[in-house]
């Protein structure tokens, strides 16, 4: 099956810091991204969907200044939690569309965040 | 909006023991019906799905039948090995893409020998 490569896995930052967190698809091109979040005991919850070349689109309630989205290429999709805060702290995962009609989105790893 | 309820977890059985985790959904149109799996250190992988009412997923010998009428889409396994440890996503998706999915808060499986 296709691959999606998520890092890092964990990261501890300072509050205040900005963290990078990369989603590669390693054998497909992916027209579109699609950016989650989760909170301790609570679902995962779609942040953006990215297409490359074009903004994302932030889902409601989603600071687009905040968690910057970029997806300059077709395997390559970034998220940017600028200022974290402890409350930023969370479980990020990202998919990644190969753009067929009726299949599945690959997702990544996910990346734990702490702020501290 | 679209949304997912599925049991709280961890849901621990010894090895061979039957499974069962409840996924029940609400939604406004006719969506397609997911169970995804996470090993520790993965990424979520596809389980099973279900496009239409009285469908059956099945795969790895998990099923799941898509239940309209109780808006039900509960993930059972007759007889469950210790590699079968995971955290369970029951999600849906309302668009024919697949790919924008609601999911569940996660169900952690815990299978000892």
């Known amino acids: 099956g296709a691959v999606v490569s998520q890092h890092p896995s964990r990261v501890i930052c300072k509050s205040g810091t900005s963290v990078k967190i990369e989603c590669r698809s390693l054998?497909?091109?992916?027209?579109?991204m699609f950016w989650y979040r989760q909170f301790p005991k609570q679902s995962l919850m779609l942040m953006a969907t990215?297409?490359?070349?074009?903004?994302?689109?932030?889902e409601q309630g989603v600071e687009k200044d905040k968690f910057l989205i970029n997806h300059a290429s077709l395997t390559l999709s970034t998220l940017t939690v600028t200022s974290a805060h402890p409350e930023d702290s969370s479980f990020y995962i990202c998919?990644?569309?190969?753009?067929?009609?009726?299949?599945?989105?690959?997702f990544g790893q996910g990346t734990r965040l702490t702020v501290v | 909006g679209d949304s997912v309820t599925q049991m709280e977890g961890p849901v621990t059985l010894s090895e061979e023991a039957f499974l069962t985790i409840n996924c029940t959904y609400t939604?406004?149109?006719?969506?397609?019906l997911f169970w995804y799996v996470q090993y520790p250190g993965e990424g979520l992988q596809l389980l099973l799905k279900?496009?239409?009412?009285?469908d059956k997923g099945s795969n790895k010998g998990f099923e799941a039948t898509y239940r309209k009428e109780t808006t039900s889409f509960h993930l059972e396994k007759g007889s469950v090995q210790v590699s079968d440890s995971a955290v369970y996503f029951c999600?849906?998706?309302?668009?024919?893409?697949?790919?924008?999915?609601?999911f569940g808060t996660g169900t952690r499986l815990l299978v000892s020998p």
């Open positions: 054998d497909f091109q992916a027209t579109t």
């Open positions: 998919s990644a569309d190969r753009g067929q009609v009726n299949t599945e989105a690959f």
């Open positions: 990215s297409n490359e070349g074009s903004k994302a689109t932030y």
């Open positions: 279900a496009t239409k009412a009285d």
């Open positions: 939604a406004t149109g006719y969506p397609s």
């Open positions: 999600a849906l998706s309302d668009q024919t893409g697949f790919q924008k999915l609601v």
